[in-house]
């Protein structure tokens, strides 16, 4: 039997004689799933959007000009048919598209009646109704500027939810949740039993052993992996069979991109059992150094779009923030690797950095 | 392999502005327990953390069983036994289930792991307790478990950081007779203590204050060179200049 597998036995037989914590980790996932049925009502800003214009005139252009102006829109562009936008969809660059038919400043004057489409992305339902009401809002004023406030209202808008037509609230929670779990298991279990080998000395005796710190840390780190990756099933499991979830994509991209959060949250975990001297300064560090952010800044109850600046550049380097973006994509949208493949680079160079940072920080043998 | 067991050469370790260890040389011989004294602070644990290649030296050298502490650390630490000043096996893990993983950490193959384990544990006469939690056993039981877990992988030097520490005088007693039998079989011993008492049974001893080595020898040289009729005097003295007379 090599030392690795020594120390992974070592490892496992620590996770599974603690009765307690183990009932604690395995059971946390069901629990959280069925307990997270609430929807956080959400504002948001800078939707990126684009106006599908078959035949711009004067009424598209003065449209697609206070798209440009109001905050609450970012204007991705002006195209001339729909399917142009498809891959943007997919991706999660483009959240909401505004549907103009043929001639529509001719057929306004003429007095017709016409039906303007809005397609919205509605993965995330909370985000997708809000950006809903803001469309409504702004081509109710449009209208009013083309044909005057005193007609009966000629303009008719036809909705439609893309990815999550029914506002399912379990898909809001459900990838979050993920995070969240893993970010426990795998972050703050990691951190709690570094630290506890630390203040009762037998990290001393692993590091005056002839063992290399990668191995020291493999060992620990692996049967973390192993429940980690137990609890995602849990979640998703759960989720399918109690709340309906779907799962569009491929189960295996959904699985890389657990495996690939798991390990970046290790390296997390790691990195602060380098620095805590004991179990207790550990756990609340992971509370409140990983769990919080990847709570209030990965997407997860408040939509990237609507934190202040300074506060969106801190979420993009917490890993829950590309983490959410993938599992989304995947189940929600039935999204592919070709269509995350920039969130899965980020998420594995996030992973690769900081287990290695956390090896070597280990490997600065503790006076 | 012949040659002195440890040799220190200018061993020195600066924590920023602290001198923790200042350009300390001594040599240790094959199968000698050597006692290595000072007050709490005085630099001895830095010390043994240098020796034991955990911690590299800010300035000079050592050699620990012929490997080099700053070039080969690794290889220093395949050929020690190390028993820290916490008792830290597991304490979740049944005796046998410790001796197994320390067994492979040290590359020993199962047959010799068990082979090992009987030996030792009959030497500590606590073969019937191979499959309880280290949790169970008493405090007196699980510090001989740490030695013989030390001694496992039969390493050419053990350092043993306050091994006594908190047991009763029997276990004490019972411990030294341990340490003796470990060296007449040929492992070098370097053992640090803070009872006095102790240091007397050490072959030669090393009295550290404020980093340096203020006094070296057998028991009987180092007491004769300060005219001291005991142990506890010269220490006294060292550690605290104006205390005695």
């Known amino acids: 039997m090599s030392a690795l597998a020594g120390l992974v036995r ?358 | 392999m012949t040659g002195p067991a440890i040799v220190a050469d200018g061993l020195t370790r600066r924590f920023g502005a602290f001198t923790a260890v200042d350009a300390v040389s001594f040599a240790v011989g094959r199968g000698e327990v050597f006692g290595f004294l000072g007050a709490n602070g005085a630099g001895k644990t830095t010390a043994i953390r240098m020796l034991i290649g955990l911690l590299p030296p800010t300035a000079g050298e050592a050699t620990v069983a012929g490997a080099s502490i700053t070039s080969d650390p690794e290889g220093v630490r395949r050929r020690i036994g190390y028993m820290s000043q916490r008792f830290s096996l597991y304490d979740d893990l049944t005796v046998r289930e410790n001796v197994a993983l320390f067994g492979t950490i040290y590359g020993l193959r199962p047959a010799a792991i068990d082979a090992r384990r009987e030996i030792l544990l009959g030497r500590i006469g606590l073969a019937h307790a191979r499959d309880a939690l280290v949790r169970q056993l008493p405090l007196g039981w699980k510090q001989q478990l740490a030695l013989m877990v030390a001694l496992l992988h039969e390493p050419e030097v053990v350092f043993l950081d306050e091994p006594t520490g908190g047991v009763d005088p029997i276990t004490r007693r019972r411990f030294w007779e341990l340490i003796y039998a470990t060296a007449a079989s040929g492992t070098t011993v370097l053992v640090t203590t803070h009872y006095l008492d102790e240091a007397e049974y050490c072959d030669r001893l090393s009295i550290m204050v404020d980093g340096r080595i203020a006094a070296i020898g057998t028991p009987g040289e180092v007491r004769a060179t300060w005219g001291a009729a005991t142990l506890d005097e010269v220490f006294l003295r060292l550690t605290r200049p104006g205390a005695a007379a």
């Open chain 1, 10 to 367: 070592k490892e496992t037989r620590h996770l599974l004689r603690d009765r307690q914590t183990l009932a604690i980790l395995l059971l946390l996932p069901l629990v959280s799933v069925l307990l997270f049925g609430f929807a956080v009502r959400t504002d948001v800003r800078a939707i990126p959007v684009a106006i599908v214009d078959p035949s711009p005139d004067a009424a598209s252009r003065a449209l697609a000009a206070q798209v440009a102006q109001s905050p609450q829109f970012r204007l991705r562009g002006v195209v001339r048919s729909e399917q142009a936008l498809e891959r943007d969809f997919r991706a999660g660059t483009l959240r909401q598209a505004i549907v103009l038919p043929e001639g529509t400043a001719r057929r306004l004057a003429r007095g017709d009646r016409i039906v303007i489409g809005v397609i919205t992305d509605a993965a995330d339902p909370n985000t997708g109704r809000v950006m809903g009401g803001h469309v409504a809002a702004m081509l109710a004023r449009w209208e009013a500027d083309q044909v005057g406030p005193s007609g009966v209202p000629r303009v008719t808008m036809l909705t439609r939810m893309r990815f999550n037509p029914t506002l399912e609230s379990v898909n809001l929670f459900v990838p979050g949740l993920i995070a969240l779990v893993l970010t426990i298991v795998a972050a703050m279990m990691t951190a709690i039993s570094i630290t506890r080998e630390k203040e009762r000395g037998t990290m001393e005796l692993l590091l005056a052993s002839p063992l290399r710190p990668a191995t020291v840390v493999l060992g620990k780190v692996t049967p973390y992996v192993v429940l980690g990756m137990a609890n995602a099933l849990t979640v998703l499991l759960a989720a399918r069979l109690v709340f309906g979830m779907p799962l569009r994509g491929h189960p295996g991209l959904l699985l890389v991109a657990a495996l690939l959060y798991v390990i970046a949250s290790l390296g997390l975990g790691i990195l602060i059992s380098t620095r805590a001297e004991t179990e207790r300064t550990a756990i609340m560090a992971a509370l409140a150094g990983l769990l919080l952010p990847t709570l209030m800044l990965s997407g997860f109850i408040f939509p990237l779009e609507a934190l202040p600046a300074p506060l969106r550049a801190v979420a993009q380097v917490i890993p829950a923030r590309w983490f959410l973006v993938i599992v989304r994509g995947v189940m929600v949208k039935g999204a592919t690797l070709a269509d995350l493949h920039r969130e899965v680079a980020v998420l594995a160079t996030m992973a690769i950095a900081l287990l290695g940072i956390g090896i070597r920080r280990l490997a600065i043998r503790l006076p």
